[in-house]
């Protein structure tokens, strides 16, 4: 028997190195405590996980998700979302860009916020780099929700690369014992990102924004590791009247009586959060400021405001606006986004912010509403509003800025989507999984 290799609490096995070439399976799986490696003689990857799964109590089965060793046939994988072609078009482009992606390989990146949209497309990109450059990054995707995972990830979470961490970003004990094994890079996505919820639960809204920041940076201390790449908003900006293209140290007014402003403001916290533990500590930080990001891959029950569009030109039902729309928005498609993130995470300077925004979706929400209904509903729907006397939609404070991504382009990125591709390819994607 080959020597023990002890990583955190689990116990791996190079045990295939000792079998003839004929009986290797295409994949591992981790043995367990008091299980004859009999069992995991079999070529047939599922009857061995299958045998093993009946085999032992319920009290001692394994955790669904196994950690991947080295060596795995990444080819015989299945891919990241086959039933959208369109999401893994952009998946495979991610994979397949020129970034400096071999400095991930062989690493464990921890993604928080995995079952949102901007995390479960960074876990989906990750594992498809996984398998295409067969980088055998060990990929974490911190969740609180495991039913959701499932939902969201599916028989992809059976490949062995992804590994659900359950966990809430709250109780630092609990992600400490959570998060045992060693971490080389963190992408900070977890956040509440429904407007609703910042105006009905405002205090929660705040807890989690920076009690959650700090724990993980702990974590990130912790485990020491290369860069930690914490999602900031465009929101931090605030109130901004200026036909120049706003920059990262520009600034504006947020209003702190308004009790929509606990997300803007939170963010400004966590930011310079960011910065302390850079300055006290030598963490090596990197913000990334988007703008609202949508495209293929957008979740079920997803109610901003290009979802609430999208649905309205497919069901071909009129678009109702519940302001004026005179805001100006900015928007980034998601895989241009998380392009974006995988470049601050390999390119990006320590203490740092980049905005990620394509300057060329740059609109008026009124315009916007207008773009869907002519455009891409081709004037079979209107454009109507329905204005209340107060907020209780939660939406931002109106502002009128051009975000500028002039500091990422230095680093190598581009953006290669505009508005109309953005809205298509989110529609396919919607349609290609019956979220229409």
């Not at 990929?139 to 659900?164: C, H, Q, T, V």
């Amino acid at each position: 028997m080959s020597a023990v290799r002890t990583h955190g609490r689990r116990t791996l096995v190079p045990w295939h190195q000792e079998m003839p070439h004929s009986a290797k399976p295409h994949s591992r799986i981790l043995p367990q405590r008091g299980v004859s490696l009999k069992v995991l003689l079999m070529q047939d990857f599922q009857t061995a996980a299958s045998v093993l799964k009946h085999r032992l109590p319920h009290s001692a089965k394994p955790h669904p998700r196994i950690l991947p060793q080295r060596g795995i046939n990444m080819s015989m994988l299945e891919k990241e979302c086959p039933n959208d072609g369109t999401l893994q078009e952009d998946l495979e482009a991610v994979a397949d860009s020129d970034l400096p992606l071999t400095e991930l390989s062989g690493k464990t990146i921890l993604v928080t916020g995995a079952t949102g949209l901007v995390g479960s497309e960074t876990v989906r990109a990750l594992a498809c780099i996984n398998r295409k450059r067969k980088a055998g990054i060990t990929i974490l995707a911190l969740i609180r929700n495991p039913k959701k995972a499932e939902s969201i990830y599916g028989n992809l979470l059976n490949r062995g690369d992804i590994n659900i961490v359950t966990g809430d970003l709250l109780r630092p004990d609990e992600l400490s014992h959570a998060v045992r094994v060693p971490v080389d890079y963190i992408i900070h996505c977890a956040a509440v990102t429904a407007s609703n919820t910042m105006v009905t639960k405002p205090v929660e809204t705040i807890n989690t924004a920076i009690e959650g920041t700090r724990n993980m940076l702990e974590i990130a201390r912790m485990k020491n590791v290369k860069s930690f790449v914490y999602l900031s908003s465009m929101e931090v900006y605030g109130r901004m009247d200026t036909k120049e293209p706003v920059t990262e140290e520009m600034q504006g007014y947020v209003d702190p009586l308004a009790v929509r402003s606990n997300y803007p403001l939170s963010k400004r916290m966590c930011e310079n959060l960011c910065a302390a533990y850079y300055a006290e500590y030598g963490l090596p930080v990197r913000i990334a400021r988007l703008a609202q990001t949508f495209g293929a891959g957008v979740l079920p029950g997803e109610n901003r405001v290009f979802a609430q569009f999208a649905r309205s030109v497919m069901e071909g039902k009129d678009i109702v606006l519940h302001t004026k729309g005179t805001s100006e928005g900015n928007y980034c498609y998601t895989a241009d986004t998380v392009r974006g993130l995988l470049t601050i995470l390999t390119k990006g300077a320590d203490g740092e912010a980049y905005n990620i925004a394509n300057e060329e979706t740059h609109t008026t929400i009124a315009d916007m509403a207008e773009f869907a209904a002519h455009t891409l509903a081709e004037d079979k729907i209107r454009v109507v509003f329905d204005i209340p006397e107060s907020n209780t939609y939660g939406y931002a404070a109106e502002t009128h800025m051009t975000l500028s991504s002039s500091k990422l382009r230095a680093l190598g990125w581009e953006p290669h989507y505009n508005l109309e591709q953005c809205y298509r390819r989110m529609m396919e994607s919607m349609k290609a999984r019956g979220l229409s």
